[in-house]
């Protein structure tokens, strides 16, 4: 969440949301902003609203069932922060048309962040090479970040449209 920088005023898009735990610990943060998350599973996008029913109900969180090819950039606003956690989507094959959409939602200064955790520090090397080279290959600018978490090493990529 240090990583995100989250802002009061932010608009943001979570891809592949789970359960909301991380929609919880950012709209904490909203004051007059604003957090979509999005998920393919229904019985995830149930648990986040449930899980984050004050926020809902506030207007600062809404959560949705789709999967992030599926939108409609024309239907939604443009987002500050676009992120994901853990969705192996953009890592294990290029993405070319999900990062396009995902260019078109950014707002003009919009960050894309993508973060992933592997219980086995070995693996961390080659999913952050494989992220490296898709989102590069998508015509994106990116920052690696690395930290230790406990037994998990967390990679993330802050990323910005070239």
């Given at each position: ?8 005023a ?13 929609a ?39 959560f949705?069932?789709?999967a ?10 443009k ?12 890592w294990t ?5 999900e990062l ?7 707002s ?31 015509g ?8 230790t ?6 990679t993330g ?6």
């Amino acid at each position: 969440m240090d990583q995100l920088a989250v802002g009061e005023a932010d608009r943001i898009l979570e891809i592949g949301g789970g359960r909301g735990v991380a929609a919880a610990l950012i709209c904490a943060r909203l004051i007059r902003g604003s957090y979509l998350g999005i998920d393919r599973s229904a019985t995830a996008v149930r648990a986040s609203a449930v899980r984050n029913r004050e926020h809902v109900e506030r207007g600062t969180a809404g959560f949705e069932q789709q999967a992030l090819a599926d939108i409609d950039p024309t239907e939604l606003p443009k987002f500050d922060k676009v992120f994901a956690i853990n969705v192996n989507l953009f890592w294990t094959r290029p993405a070319e048309r999900e990062l396009a959409l995902v260019r078109q939602l950014l707002s003009e200064h919009g960050q894309l962040h993508l973060f992933y955790d592997s219980p086995r520090p070995a693996g961390t090397p080659r999913v952050a090479d494989l992220l490296a080279e898709h989102i590069d290959r998508a015509g994106y600018a990116f920052t690696l970040v690395t930290a230790t978490l406990g037994q998990s090493t967390v990679t993330g990529l802050s990323c910005r449209p070239r």
